[in-house]
C-alpha cells in the first residue's frame, strides 16, 4: 500500500541506461544513501526514509519505478524532477504502460495542491486502517520502515519522525493535515525544513547513540551534524533537536553547537536506544542492543557488535524443508557441543535446542546455542569480554525464534 510512480521510456543508444546511474551520482550526490547495480539493473536510495527506485532495461526498453509516499510530497516532486531531467538530458521520452503512470497525476500536472491531496487522502486512509485494529487491541505497527528491524517504543505506530498514539491515529484519520509531520519531506525544495527532518529521519532509525565504531557510523554522525547546522544558518527560527544534536557533537568530540541555549529537554530520539528484534537468515530473528553495529559477510554470517560483545549467528537447510520427514531434535546435530550445557526455558517448547558456555581462545567467556525447528538450524555464538554479562548472553540467546 502507497503511492509512487511506474514509468518507462525506449532508450537512444545502449549507452542511455548507464548514464542514469552517471548522471545521478554527478548530479545528485549528496542525496545517495546507497546504490547498487548489474547488468539491465539500477536501484538507488535517495532519501534515508525512501525505499530503493529502480531502473531496470530491456529490449531497449528502461522502466522506472518508486514508491514515494513514505517520504511525502517534495519527495515525489523532486523525484519527477530528476526523471524529466534525466530524460531531457537522455532524450527519454516517460510514458506509462497498462496500469501504470503516476498515481498522484504529478509527473505529467506538476500540481502541487493534487499532489498534496493525493498524499493526504492516502495517510487518512491509513490511519483509518490503522484505527480500526487499534479498537481492536492490536498495537506496535510500523509504516515507512525497514522490515528487517522491528524496534521497540511506547506509542501505536512507529514512524520514521518518531512514534505515535493512537489518539495521533484518531485525530489524523479525521483531518490529515494534522498528520503532515509524518512526512519527512513535506514542502518543495531541499531547505530548512528538509535538512532537519532529513537528519531527525536518520537519528530516530539509524543512530546508536554511543561512539562510532567504523567509518560509516562516523560519516553517519558527520552527515547529521552537517545537516543540522545547514537547517539552522537557513532558518534560525525553526526548531531543531537540540539535545540530540548536542550528543551527536560530544559523540564526535566536536564543540556544544547548542551552548547558550539555556536549559532543554532530555535526548529522546532514537528507536536505537532501546532493544531491536532483527531478522536474520533462514527465518530466524533475535533480540539485541540497538546500539550494537550488524552486518552480513559474504558467506551469509550474521554479526553483531559493540565494545565487550560480540555475536554471530549462521543458519542452515537439512534435508527439505518443504516435505520434513525429521523433527526439530532430530535436525539437530548428533554430537553433544564441548562445554558446560545449560538451560534456556524461555524458549518456545517448538523449538529444539542445546546450549553451553565455554571459554575462547582469547580466554573470555562464549555462549553457544544450537537451535532448531524441522530441517532447520541456526548457530549462534554470543561472547562477552565482561564475566558478568552472562545473563545478558542468555536473555539475548533466549529471545531466538523462528517465523
Given amino acids: 500500500m502507497g503511492l509512487g510512480l511506474i514509468l518507462r521510456a525506449r532508450a537512444r543508444d545502449s549507452e542511455s541506461f548507464g548514464a542514469i546511474e552517471q548522471l545521478i551520482d554527478a548530479r545528485f550526490h549528496d542525496l545517495v544513501v546507497r546504490s ?18 529502480e531502473f531496470s532495461m530491456d529490449d531497449g526498453v528502461i522502466v522506472v519505478s518508486a514508491k514515494t509516499s513514505t517520504v511525502g510530497p517534495g519527495y515525489h516532486a523532486f523525484l519527477c524532477e530528476l526523471l524529466h531531467r534525466l530524460g531531457g538530458e537522455l532524450d527519454l521520452a516517460w510514458t506509462a504502460g497498462e496500469d501504470e503512470g503516476d498515481e498522484t497525476g504529478y509527473f505529467l500536472t506538476s500540481d502541487r495542491g493534487a499532489l498534496e491531496g493525493e498524499m493526504l487522502a492516502w495517510l487518512r486512509g491509513l490511519c483509518g486502517m490503522l484505527a480500526e485494529q487499534i479498537d481492536q487491541g492490536s498495537t506496535g505497527f510500523m509504516i515507512s520502515l525497514p522490515i528487517d528491524t522491528v524496534f521497540e517504543f511506547e506509542g501505536a505506530l512507529a514512524t520514521p519522525m518518531g512514534p505515535r ?26 531547505g530548512a525544513r528538509y535538512l532537519r527532518d532529513r537528519a531527525i529521519t536518520r537519528m530516530w532509525t539509524e543512530v546508536r547513540w554511543r561512539e562510532p565504531v567504523s567509518e560509516s557510523e562516523q560519516e553517519l554522525l558527520e552527515a547529521i551534524d552537517d545537516d543540522l547546522g545547514a537547517a539552522h544558518e537557513a532558518d534560525s527560527s525553526l526548531e531543531l533537536p537540540w539535545a540530540e544534536w548536542a550528543e551527536i557533537a560530544g559523540l564526535l568530540g566536536y564543540d556544544d553547537p547548542t551552548s547558550g541555549r539555556g536549559a532543554r529537554r532530555p535526548a529522546t530520539i532514537g528507536y536505537r536506544r532501546n532493544l531491536v528484534r532483527v531478522s536474520l537468515t533462514g527465518g530466524w530473528t533475535v533480540r539485541v542492543p540497538g546500539h550494537m553495529s550488524t552486518e552480513f559477510d559474504d558467506e551469509g554470517t550474521w554479526s553483531a557488535f559493540t565494545p ?8 542452515f537447510r537439512i534435508g527439505d524443508a518443504d516435505a520434513p520427514t525429521l523433527t526439530a531434535a532430530e535436525t539437530l546435530p548428533k554430537r553433544d557441543p564441548k562445554g558446560d550445557p545449560i538451560e534456556l526455558p524461555d524458549l518456545p517448547p517448538e523449538l529444539a535446542y542445546r546450549a553451553y ?33 552472562l545473563d545478558w548472553a542468555k536473555r539475548t540467546a533466549s529471545s531466538v525464534r523462528h517465523g
Fill in 357 to 389: 558456555t565455554s571459554t575462547t581462545n582469547e580466554g573470555h567467556p562464549q555462549l553457544t546455542l544450537q537451535i532448531a525447528i524441522p530441517h532447520r538450524i541456526a548457530v549462534f555464538t554470543i561472547v562477552h569480554e565482561d564475566p558478568h554479562d
Fill in 165 to 190: 498514539d493512537a489518539a495521533w491515529v484518531s485525530r489524523v484519520h479525521g483531518d490529515p493535515r494534522q498528520g503532515i509531520d509524518l512526512f519527512p519531506w513535506w514542502e518543495p525544495g531541499r
Fill in 36 to 53: 547498487a547495480s548489474d547488468e539491465g539493473r539500477y536501484v538507488v536510495q535517495l532519501h534515508p526514509a525512501a525505499e530503493d527506485v
Fill in 308 to 315: 565487550g560483545r560480540t555475536i554471530w549467528m549462521s543458519s
